[in-house]
């Protein structure tokens, strides 16, 4: 069997974040803190499979806004609802443990989700063009 190329593998990882972000609190032990920490997994690993795809080295972080800025520095224009979506790395870490942060609401995690489902559209959007997808 042939294997995939490593940015459809790190696009596939993505969207299994995504869809389980999608499929909303099916308990209430579900806490919106994980769902978003798979929001924030989703973007940050659509933008590494761009950034492999390019053949851009990056820095392993959880950190959106320092990968968005790997991306422009190498001359990709970044949309504004994609540099929003750097409001998310504060799920990787700080809102997945008990004690700093105020739980998260239901508004922040939608607001989570439709970044996650935007930056992936723009992302996959992008890979087609090149016929990547």
């Known amino acids: ?63 959106i806004g320092a990968l968005i800025k790997n991306l422009e520095t190498k001359g990709i224009v970044v949309p504004e609802i994609v540099k929003k979506s750097a409001s998310l790395s504060v799920y990787a870490v700080r809102t997945r443990y008990p004690g700093e942060e105020e739980p998260v609401s239901r508004k922040e995690f939608i607001e989570a989700r439709y970044l996650a489902e935007m930056v992936f559209k723009w992302a996959k959007g992008k890979l087609k063009k090149a016929r990547m997808y």
């Open 1 to 63: 069997m042939k294997k995939k190329p490593l940015h459809l593998e790190w696009l596939d990882r993505a969207r299994s974040n995504l869809e389980r972000a999608r499929v909303e609190r099916k308990s209430r032990y579900i806490k919106y803190e994980d769902m978003c920490f798979d929001c924030q997994q989703c973007v940050e690993k659509v933008l590494k499979s761009l950034l492999v795809f390019e053949k851009i080295e990056f820095e392993w972080t959880h950190n």
